[in-house]
C-alpha cells in the first residue's frame, strides 16, 4: 500500500495521528467506497488514496474532535470514490446515472456539477451559521460537503478542490448553488444578512 511508504515521510506526531485514523476509520473508509463502486479493488484503491489526502492535510486533522475527523473522512471517501467511479465510466464510454445506497438503504442518485458555471462570490457570516445548520440538512450531499470543507473545517477553495477532484473554479460554482438553495429555502430576508 502506498499508505505505508508516505506514512514513513512524516514526522513521528503526524504519523502517529495518521495511523489513529487508519486504525479508527479504515473499515468505514472501505464501506463506503465499496457501497459506491461495488468493486473490492477499487474500493481498497479509494482507502489508499483517502489515507494519502489525510497525509497531505494532516494538519487539519490534528488535535481535531472525533466527531470532526469522521465528517471530513466520510467527505475525503464519497469525493475519492465518486472520482473513481467517473473515471471508470469515463473509460467504459457509457453515461449512466450515478447512485448508490447509503446508511440507511435508500438509494440516492448524486447530481454531478458542471464545472463550467460561472462564480459569484458570496459569504456568510458566522452569525448565519446557525440559522442556516437546520436547512443544511436539506441540501445534497454535495452541497453540504462543500459548505462544511469551506465554511466550517475552514479549507481554501484550493484545498477543497484537491479533496474533491474538482477546480477551485468548480469549488466557487459549487459554493455558490448551494449558497443559492439556502437562500431560497430560508427566503428572501435572509439574503439581506449574508
Do not use: W
Amino acid at each position: 500500500m502506498l499508505f505505508y511508504l508516505t506514512l514513513s515521510t512524516l514526522a513521528e506526531d503526524e504519523r502517529s495521528c495518521a495511523e489513529e485514523i487508519f486504525i479508527t476509520y479504515g473499515k468505514k473508509i472501505y464501506s463506503i467506497a465499496y457501497k459506491i463502486l461495488k468493486n473490492h479493488q477499487d474500493a481498497e484503491d479509494t482507502l489508499d488514496r483517502v489515507m494519502i489526502n489525510v497525509m497531505e492535510n494532516i494538519e487539519k486533522f490534528s488535535n481535531q474532535s472525533r466527531n470532526i475527523v469522521e465528517a471530513q473522512i466520510v467527505i475525503y471517501t464519497r469525493n475519492a470514490a465518486i472520482t473513481l467511479y467517473r473515471k471508470n465510466m469515463h473509460k467504459s464510454k457509457y453515461e449512466t446515472p450515478f447512485t448508490y445506497v447509503n446508511d440507511d438503504g435508500e438509494q440516492i442518485e448524486v447530481d454531478l456539477p458542471d464545472e463550467r458555471a460561472d462564480v459569484e462570490k458570496i459569504t456568510i457570516s458566522k452569525e448565519n451559521a446557525a440559522i442556516l445548520e437546520k436547512y443544511l440538512l436539506q441540501l445534497s450531499e454535495d452541497h453540504r460537503d462543500i459548505i462544511k470543507l469551506i465554511y466550517l473545517y475552514g479549507y481554501s477553495y484550493k484545498e477543497a478542490g484537491k479533496i474533491l477532484h474538482i477546480t477551485p473554479n468548480a469549488v466557487a460554482s459549487r459554493l455558490f448553488r448551494a449558497k443559492t438553495k439556502l437562500i431560497n429555502m430560508v427566503g428572501g430576508g435572509f439574503n439581506e444578512r449574508i
